[in-house]
């Protein structure tokens, strides 16, 4: 009798030569790809925790070679930065929350097959993604809808993305239809059905769209820069540290990007705008873990059809 039928353990299993080698390299490759990717990153972060001026020497990799602070108070100092930090954080709230809503109705809505007009909607949703109004006709029209010098110029124009609804709609349309059917005939309308089947089986896609529309508002500088210039109350993070790149890279160590630190010549562009890098990208870098076990399955599972 054999050793498997008697109960015992299985053989295990040997690699070919051919095998072993390609596990070898894959693995060397990989270890290669993630050392690529991260060192970059461990080196701005070196960089801001290093002395501005011994940071112009060079020959500083992933460990600051003279460990300061002050490039991080230069940059957390800065007039209305708490003001922009706060703004930012609600509009990434706020902006995911009723963007992800609004996507979620609208791409249940065409991934149903009962919907009549599904493919001209998909279609006009699909031309929007490749053709605009432009700059000035776009302004002209939140300024006549009263968005300019508001918060909710920043949640409103955003709610709607053509993106997003395709990605959650091709989600959608994966889910059998047979699950639909059944609760209809136990009496459930349209909403009971998206509310407590379809969004359950959902939250894959769901976080990765949410880590998509995150990510765009907390990284989104310009719409302040154009419609909320002159109104400091509704200025974000992103913009009030890109006024602070540029005030450094054009005038080197000046006396506004520098009139709060406590030593002048230990601060200077390059250890300043690695200070505000790491600042601007330490929230969605916290985010992400929390998100990344759906993040491959919203995107891989929403593209597979029965």
């Given at each position: ?24 390299l ?12 991260l060192?970059p990153?461990l ?6 925790f290093n ?6 020497r ?6 600051p070679?003279?460990f ?5 108070k230069?940059?957390?100092?800065k007039?209305?930065?708490m ?5 930012s954080?609600a509009r990434?709230v ?5 963007s ?34 432009g700059l000035?006709p ?11 010098n ?5 949640i409103?124009p ?19 239809d ?10 459930a309308?349209?909403?009971t ?28 500088w310009?719409?302040?820069m ?5 109104s400091?109350?509704?200025t974000t ?6 006024k ?9 160590a ?11 010549a ?16 330490l ?5 992400y ?7 491959v ?10």
């Amino acid at each position: 009798m054999k050793e498997s039928e008697m109960g015992g353990s299985a053989p295990k299993y040997r690699l070919s030569p051919a095998n072993t080698l390609f596990v070898i390299l894959n693995t060397a490759f990989m270890i290669a790809f993630v050392i690529v990717t991260l060192y970059p990153v461990l080196n701005t972060l070196a960089v801001s925790f290093n002395d501005g001026t011994d940071a112009l020497r060079g020959g500083i990799h992933i460990l600051p070679r003279k460990f300061t602070l002050q490039n991080y108070k230069t940059v957390l100092k800065k007039d209305n930065l708490m003001v922009g930090a706060w703004v930012s954080v609600a509009r990434t709230v706020i902006g995911t929350v009723t963007s992800l809503l609004a996507n979620a109705i609208l791409a249940y809505i065409v991934s149903r097959k009962r919907f009549l007009f599904k493919s001209q909607l998909s279609l006009f949703w699909v031309i929007t993604m490749y053709v605009n109004g432009g700059l000035i006709p776009v302004f002209l029209l939140y300024q006549n809808l009263g968005l300019t010098n508001s918060f909710w110029v920043y949640i409103i124009p955003g709610m709607v993305s053509a993106f997003n609804m395709l990605v959650m709609r091709t989600y959608m349309q994966g889910i059998p239809d047979s699950l639909e059917e059944s609760a209809q005939l136990d009496g459930a309308g349209y909403a009971t059905i998206f509310v407590k089947i379809i969004s359950p089986l959902c939250k894959p896609v769901y976080a990765t769209v949410a880590l998509f529309i995150a990510v765009g508002q907390w990284n989104s500088w310009f719409d302040a820069m154009l419609y909320n210039r002159m109104s400091t109350q509704y200025t974000t993070l992103q913009y009030e540290l890109m006024k602070l790149l540029s005030s450094v890279s054009n005038q080197g160590a000046s006396a506004e990007s520098m009139k709060n630190a406590a030593s002048a010549a230990a601060v200077t562009p390059t250890s300043v705008r690695a200070a505000a890098t790491i600042i601007t990208m330490l929230p969605i870098v916290c985010l992400y873990p929390f998100l990344q076990r759906y993040f491959v399955a919203g995107l891989t599972i929403g593209g597979v059809k029965e």
